[in-house]
C-alpha cells in the first residue's frame, strides 16, 4: 500500500514539475503514473549499474557524476514513456534535483503519520 502511496505522490511531483519548468511536459495523470512507475523501475535497476561503472569517475568528483547519472535517468524515463518530454541534460538534472526535494518532503509527510 505504501508503494502505491509514494508512486501517486511521484506522479503528483512529476505533474507540478511539468508545470512549472519550461522545457517539461506531461500529457496527462495517467502519464504521470507511467512516468512514476518506470522512474521506480529505473533506479531500482539500471541506477546501481551506471554507480558501478562510473565509480571512479563519482569519486574523483566527490560524487556530483551522480546528478549526470540521476539525469540520464530521467532521459531514460523520457525516451520509454510516450507523452512525457524532457528537453535535454540540463533541464533534466534540473527536473532530477527538483523531483528529489518534492520526493523526499512529500515522504516525509507520509512517514510522519
Known sequence: MKFIIRILLSAIAVLVLAEFLPRVS???YGTAIIVALVLAILNLIVKPI???FTLP???ITFGLFLLIINAIIILLA???VGGFVVDGLLMAIIFSLLL???QSLLFSI???D
Request: proline fraction near 0%.
Open 78 to 80: 523520457d525516451a520509454f
Open 57 to 59: 569517475v563519482t569519486i
Open 50 to 52: 551506471l554507480v558501478l
Open 26 to 28: 506531461v500529457d496527462s
Open 100 to 102: 528529489s526535494l518534492f
Open 110 to 112: 507520509l512517514d510522519s
